[in-house]
């Protein structure tokens, strides 16, 4: 059974920066695309940033680009989320995704951690 464990949330205001961490974990599991997403309240969940865990090729949602940079461990099966120069709008709950498939699916997510920003 595969897990996704996310971590580093918090409250912190605007111009703070956070860096989440989500650890995967599962007999044998291996993700071949690892992603963060967020939700925020009353709006559908979006995604952020995209990382390919063999080539580490990376996509980034518009609004967070030269904010957010994703990054990843294969050896211990991590990937993170350094966010920088934090605003209010990036106010969310914000979920790993996983997927150990090259066709995109995520079937896995982990259970979120929240992240609020004060003006």
């Known amino acids: 059974q595969v897990q996704l464990v996310e971590s580093g949330g918090g409250t912190v205001q605007a111009g703070d920066s956070l860096r989440l961490s989500c650890t995967a974990s599962?007999?044998?599991?291996?993700?071949?695309?690892m992603a963060w997403a967020r939700q925020a309240p009353g709006k559908e969940r979006e995604f952020v940033a995209r990382?390919?865990?063999?080539?580490?090729?990376?996509v980034y949602e518009e609004a967070v680009k030269g904010r957010f940079t994703i990054s990843r461990d294969n050896r211990k099966n991590m990937v993170y989320l350094q966010m920088n120069s934090l605003k209010p709008e990036d106010t969310a709950i914000y979920y790993c995704?996983?997927?150990?498939?090259?066709?995109?699916?995520?079937?896995?997510w982990g259970q979120g951690t929240r992240v609020a920003v004060s003006s």
């Open positions: 990382i390919d865990m063999d080539y580490g090729n990376i």
């Open positions: 995704a996983a997927d150990p498939n090259p066709e995109i699916t995520w079937p896995y």
């Open positions: 599962g007999r044998a599991f291996k993700a071949v695309y």
